[in-house]
C-alpha cells in the first residue's frame, strides 16, 4: 500500500537558518505529492504540492522537488523565520485509480528561535 | 470567509456510549472527508463523501464507526460502543472536488475514559 515517511522532529533552528525535511514514499502508479503546514491552534493547510515527476511546489518561501528516481519530496527553505514554526506533513494521492484520500507522513515539527 | 467548523471542539465519554461528531464545510465545497489523528501520527482516513454519497469508505476501522451526509452539506460521524483506542482528533475536511485544496477544520479531541 502507499505510504509516507519523514524524518523525526523536533527540528530545531535559528532564525534564518537553511531548512530541509526529508520525505520519502511507497505508492503505485504516479502519485501527487503534497506537504500541509499545522500552526499552532490551527488547522492543516496546503503548503505546497507537485503533481508529476520533477515539478518544483513552492511558496511562502518553501520548495520541494517531485523526485521519481528518488521517491522522494524533500521540503526546504533558505532562511527561516520564528513565524515558520509548526508542525509539517507530507502526503500523497495516488494519481492513476481516482481514489481522492490522501496519505499523511507523521509529522514533522519545527522550531525556530530567535 | 467561514472555514471548516467541527463541533465540539473537545468530547469526554465513557467507554460504551455512544458519539456523534459534526462538521461544517466552506458552502459550496461538494467533498468533504473525514481523518483521524492520534498523537504524534499523521492524519489517518477514514472516508470521503462526494455529495451525499460515500465514495470511499475503506478507511473506517470497523462497523462502530459510521458517516453520513445527508444534504449533502452538513456530515456527522458516528461512533457507537466507544473504546479507548478511539481516542483521537477527528478531523473534517472539505473540498469544491477533483484537485482542489483540502480545507481542514480544526478537529474534534475525542477522549474516551
Known amino acids: 500500500g502507499n505510504s509516507v515517511t519523514q524524518m523525526e522532529g523536533p527540528v530545531t533552528l535559528s532564525e534564518e537558518a537553511f531548512l530541509t525535511i526529508n520525505c520519502t514514499y511507497t505508492a503505485t502508479g504516479y502519485p501527487s505529492l503534497f506537504w500541509y503546514v499545522q500552526y499552532p491552534g490551527e488547522g492543516l493547510q496546503l503548503l505546497l504540492k507537485?503533481?508529476?515527476?520533477?515539478d518544483k511546489g513552492s511558496n511562502k518561501g518553501f520548495e520541494a522537488t517531485y523526485r521519481k528516481e528518488t521517491t522522494s519530496f524533500h521540503l526546504e527553505k533558505g532562511s527561516v523565520q520564528v513565524s515558520d514554526s509548526a508542525v509539517y506533513f507530507c502526503a500523497l494521492r495516488q494519481g492513476d485509480t481516482g481514489r481522492r484520500a490522501l496519505t499523511f507522513g507523521s509529522g514533522t515539527r519545527l522550531q525556530v528561535q530567535p | 470567509g467561514a472555514g471548516v467548523s467541527q463541533t465540539p471542539s473537545n468530547k469526554v465519554t465513557e467507554k460504551g456510549k455512544y458519539v456523534e461528531l459534526r462538521c461544517d464545510p466552506i458552502s459550496g465545497h461538494t467533498a468533504l472527508y473525514w481523518y483521524r489523528q492520534s498523537l504524534g501520527q499523521g492524519p489517518e482516513f477514514l472516508i470521503y463523501?462526494?455529495?451525499?454519497?460515500?465514495?470511499?469508505d475503506s478507511g473506517l476501522p470497523n462497523d462502530r464507526f459510521f458517516a453520513v451526509r445527508p444534504e449533502g452539506s452538513v456530515s456527522t460521524l458516528k461512533i457507537q460502543r466507544t473504546e479507548r483506542g478511539d481516542s483521537a482528533v477527528y478531523l473534517c475536511?472539505?473540498?469544491?472536488?477533483?484537485?482542489?485544496?483540502?480545507?481542514f477544520g480544526n478537529g474534534t479531541r475525542l477522549t474516551v475514559t
Open positions: 463523501f462526494q455529495g451525499t454519497g460515500a465514495a470511499d
Open positions: 507537485a503533481t508529476k515527476a520533477d
Open positions: 475536511a472539505s473540498s469544491l472536488g477533483g484537485d482542489s485544496p483540502l480545507h
